[in-house]
């Protein structure tokens, strides 16, 4: 051993034989240590059994649990609170009070005072209760005692014994006894088991609602849940990879906060503006919107980037952690039976937007579109709108659902025309549906002056069937296709063109949208276009518009299953912040057997709809003799008055006819309309001379 080298331990002489060799230079001397005192050794092992992170997590998973259980508990109470009390309807009308909406704020306080009316009913009701409940008792035991005597006796003289008299009413007995005994036994355990059923409820649903401390959850949980703070916002912004930005600042002397407004409380998320240092474009900010998402501790969806009014600014709306995964609550249509539907003035209850503020469309005069992958609510989104106005006694329907699996059905006598299936045939009736909505609209356009027209919706669902159909017509004009021949292209351009001038609207609903099965020129015709989740930038540029996507509309990035319902609008009859060309809307889900009560609930505003369920072709008529019929023996009719007898001659089948339709059969017969007095007329010798002269095989035609 070195001389500086100091030993540890004091070594002690061998007071054994075997102690001695244990020292030889064979068998070196282990170095035992001291003995450490027993506490300081149980003092060391509580404190790594303690501070073991097994332990550290059993622990947070007790607290997180029990946590839940009163969160649970908490929130329960709350919604059996506000669900017998207006304390929701009182919140709600102090939100929009404080946000200066006096007008939401007017309509929450009705809708608390009707609730309270309603309540004070239910509670008068209940004073009568026991008195209605004890005379039915009474009455109901007497005719229960009675009916069982009243059957003994019939069994009695059946059976010829007088015993059998009381068999019903002891079989009765002997029942309510093993009642009684199934009861005694199970009461028990139910009792016991209650409690826990109990606290198993408040678990699950503070565990949905993650009602437990922060530091308590998981970590996958945790690290999205962090609040957005401006340093958050700026690290994140830095951390984008634009390196003009991260030099920007780097050498900013606030460290980047100047980059930012006020971050605000924004329904379930906050919202913030972010004006980008020279040398960074709003388009490179939007590219990286997943980075950035989670650079804030955010999925992908729970970011929306949009662009405000002032220049080189990106605004931020990023919800709490897994809001956007909670539903937003039943539709106004379902939860009040009194609400009515104004076509003119009136908005539709659509659902929800991002805020949490309601979202309301309104219809007057606007045709729309909806597209979007299959299965994501497309149908029950555009079909929300529809029961709403039905609402609306003036407003009539032609429906044509090219998938016909019953979508529409609750529309049956409601509607007046509802085709349903996805065929040719079917198709082709969609077709002819429109033309006639066409032939409609030229009727209305040539009605005299300050004509009232009430709203004539024609809804396609499915439309890409019919764009897509191959059959031709028997001039070879195809019904599908977006060309000038087709049938249904042409129709669906017409009543875009003009249509919304009479109230003649266009409403279509398609599926993952492309230039052949939904040409450019019939979607841009939409006044209202939203869509919801698509595959790719191309399609969502299709559905909503270069506009609104360059503008920050994105309804490819949804989440394709998860964001059902969820649709990104661009309309003029929706409310969308300032500088935005879109608006983000988590629709109302109404399903089909509360559809069916809604649409129950507008047939009784109507006084009775014959639906046709396919369009009737009609008879063969001879519209030519037909005109000289109701010309009469006048020397000569106003084409007005032509066209009124002819709708009452058979208004099935000139009930659409306008002086278009009367023009072409009149057309090279020399019987043609010409001016009187400056009023165009039908000669009735014109007539009898263009009758006489035509040949055997015109006597007859459909409609013109």
């Given at each position: ?29 282990l ?28 622990g ?12 649970g508990?908490?929130?329960t ?38 609730f309270?009316?309603m ?9 009568h ?14 005719a ?20 059998d ?42 565990r ?13 949980d945790?690290s999205?849940?962090d609040?957005?703070?401006p340093?958050?916002v ?22 980047g ?30 590219n990286r919107?997943r ?21 080189r ?27 009515r ?5 009136g ?6 937007d ?7 469309l ?12 299959s ?22 329907f032609?429906i ?48 005299p002056?300050?004509t ?5 919706i024609?809804?396609?669902d ?13 001039a ?11 049938r ?24 993952d949208?492309?230039?052949?099965n ?18 790719s ?53 109404i ?11 507008a ?21 030519l ?55 165009m ?13 035509r040949?055997?095989e ?7």
């Open positions: 051993m070195s001389n500086n080298v100091v030993p540890l331990f004091k070594e002690e002489p061998p007071t054994s034989a075997t102690d001695a060799a244990a020292t030889t230079p064979d068998a070196p001397a170095v035992i240590p001291g003995r450490v005192p027993w506490w300081a050794r149980s003092r060391n092992a509580i404190a790594w059994a303690v501070t073991h992170e097994r332990t550290r997590a059993v947070r998973g007790a607290v997180r649990n029990g946590m839940y259980v009163l969160g508990a908490r929130i109470t709350r919604r059996a609170w506000e669900s017998r009390t207006p304390a929701r309807y009182e919140r709600l009308a102090r939100a929009a009070e404080v946000a200066g909406d006096y007008e939401a704020a007017m309509k929450w306080d009705e809708q608390g005072q009707r309270r009316a309540r004070h009913k239910r509670r008068m009701d209940l004073l209760a026991p008195e209605a409940l004890a005379r039915g008792l009474l009455v109901g035991t007497g229960t005692f009675g009916g069982l005597l009243l059957l003994g006796i019939i069994l009695a003289i059946g059976t010829k014994h007088v015993a008299v009381v068999a019903p009413l002891m079989l009765a007995i002997e029942t309510i006894k093993w009642i009684v005994v199934i009861v005694t036994v199970v009461w028990g355990p139910a009792m016991a088991v209650g409690p826990l059923l109990a606290l198993a409820g408040f678990w699950a649903v503070g949905k609602r993650q009602a437990a401390p922060n530091w308590t959850l998981p970590a996958a945790r999205g849940g609040p957005i703070t340093s958050i700026v690290k994140a912004m830095h951390d984008l990879g634009i390196a003009p930005m991260r030099t920007a600042i780097k050498e900013m002397g606030d460290a906060a100047a980059m930012l407004s006020l971050i605000k409380i924004a329904g379930c998320g906050v919202e913030v503006d972010v004006t980008l240092p020279s040398g960074v474009t709003t388009t490179e900010v939007q919107r980075k950035l998402a989670e650079n804030l501790g955010r999925h992908e969806h729970e970011v929306f980037i949009t662009i405000p009014p002032a220049p600014t990106v605004r931020l709306w990023i919800a709490d952690s897994g809001a956007l995964d909670e539903p937003i609550g039943r539709s106004p249509l379902v939860t009040d039976e009194t609400l539907a104004d076509y003119i003035k908005r539709a209850p659509w659902g929800q991002l805020r949490g503020d309601a979202a309301l309104g219809l007057f005069q606007l045709h729309l579109l909806i597209t979007g992958l299965n994501q609510g497309k149908t029950a989104a555009l079909r929300a709108l529809a029961l709403w106005l039905a609402m609306d006694p003036r407003a009539e032609w044509a659902d090219l998938k016909g699996v019953g979508d529409w059905r609750m529309f049956l006598n409601l509607a007046a025309v509802l085709i349903e299936g996805p065929t040719d045939e079917h198709c082709i009736e969609a077709t002819e549906m429109l033309e006639r909505g066409v032939a409609e609209m030229e009727r209305r356009l040539q009605s002056e300050g009232d027209f009430p709203p004539l024609l809804i396609v499915e439309a890409q069937q019919a764009f897509m159909c191959p059959v031709k017509d028997e070879k004009n195809p019904y599908g296709g977006s060309k000038a021949t087709s249904y292209f042409m129709a669906a351009r017409k009543i875009h063109n003009q249509g919304r001038a009479v109230n003649v609207l266009l409403w279509q609903g398609t599926q949208p492309t230039d052949q939904l040409p450019k020129l019939v979607r841009e015709g939409a006044h209202t276009r939203a869509s919801l989740a698509l595959g930038e191309s399609q969502s540029r299709m559905a909503l518009g270069d506009k609104a996507v360059d503008g920050g509309a994105a309804p490819h990035l949804l989440r394709q299953g998860l964001d059902k319902g969820t649709l990104v609008v661009s309309s003029a009859g929706i409310d969308i912040p300032a500088g935005q060309s879109s608006i983000t809307v988590r629709t109302h889900y399903d089909t057997d509360e559809a069916t009560v809604i649409a129950d609930r047939k009784a505003l109507r006084d009775g709809v014959d639906t046709a369920r396919t369009l009737d072709r009609g008879e063969q008529r001879d519209p003799a037909d005109i000289a019929t109701v010309v009469g023996t006048a020397t000569r009719v106003l084409t007005q008055d032509v066209l009124k007898r002819l709708n009452t001659l058979d208004s099935g089948f000139y009930n659409t006819w306008t002086f278009l339709n009367l023009k072409r059969v009149l057309e090279g017969t020399g019987a043609e309309p010409y001016k009187s007095d400056g009023r007329v039908i000669a009735r010798e014109r007539l009898a001379r263009a009758l006489a002269n040949s055997p015109d006597s007859a035609s459909g409609p013109a």
